[in-house]
């Protein structure tokens, strides 16, 4: 009941964002091939950045002339960051939302427990992110298509999806177990926005400098970043962990805070 209410109040949100994560990610990918015949002027451009720059995002890792390279600084980049703030907006706003509108006493007239509620609508959370995730996935592979003659690793892309997930999930978790401890959603977007995009700002800063470098372990985009992935194809046991760590302590927390709070109707 609660799933079904819940995924259609988001359908037209979710569709949205697939569609606009999805074309960018074609748009993306599309002009590669006119990238890649230009690559020796690309490479003078890239060399006349600030060094900084080029390590913040991992070009000094990835070589952008080559398909996974590029697809690792543009594409990926792209999917990590929009699909973190679409989960957590998502996460801020579906039980926050309850009390925010005045429809929390609509929820609580009906016999269902506070664990059945907070258990469907993460649902709704896990599968939406999922969708989104596969609206990327599917436009990559048709932007694989049209990039044919170039090289793509399976195993890579596949690496790198699941990081994708992982990140998004994270994020979503995180901003759910804000949303179950606030009542307006106002605040529980500002905080939860606020979270992903200094998040985003460590990881570039951490790219900067080595003495910046111990700033990697407080942001999850670290954790995901693409130029270990794509060199050493696997993702990092440590930050697979904490990242699970960070997921199942937030929903774990959502349950026993909206057991005890005292909801206002």
Do not use: C
């Not at 990610?25 to 690309?42: D, G, H, I, R």
């Amino acid at each position: 009941m609660i799933f079904m209410r819940e995924w259609k109040r988001n359908i037209k949100s979710l569709l949205v964002w697939s569609t606009v994560l999805g074309g960018l990610v074609l748009l993306t990918l599309s002009v590669f091939p006119q990238f890649a015949e230009q690559q020796k002027e690309m490479t003078k451009l890239l060399e006349s950045l600030p060094k900084s720059m080029v390590k913040a995002f991992g070009m000094d890792q990835l070589n952008i002339g080559n398909f996974m390279g590029y697809y690792g600084i543009r594409v990926y980049m792209m999917t990590t960051l929009l699909g973190s703030i679409y989960a957590t907006i998502l996460g801020a706003n579906i039980v926050a939302k309850e009390e925010s509108e005045k429809t929390i006493e609509f929820l609580l007239s009906k016999p269902l427990t506070r664990s059945r509620i907070i258990t469907e609508k993460w649902l709704v959370v896990v599968v939406n992110i999922l969708a989104l995730n596969a609206a990327a996935v599917l436009s990559s592979l048709f932007g694989f298509h049209i990039a044919k003659g170039h090289e793509v690793s399976i195993k890579t892309f596949v690496l790198l999806t699941i990081a994708t997930i992982l990140l998004h999930v994270t994020f979503g978790a995180v901003a759910f177990l804000l949303s179950t401890m606030m009542r307006k959603t106002r605040n529980t977007l500002s905080i939860s926005l606020g979270l992903v995009l200094v998040a985003y700002f460590l990881h570039i800063m951490s790219g900067i400098s080595e003495d910046l470098e111990f700033l990697k372990y407080f942001t999850p985009f670290k954790y995901v970043d693409a130029a270990p992935i794509i060199n050493n194809e696997q993702l990092e046991p440590l930050y697979v962990f904490i990242m699970a760590a960070v997921i199942l302590f937030s929903v774990a927390m959502s349950y026993v805070v909206y057991k005890k709070k005292d909801i206002v109707v």
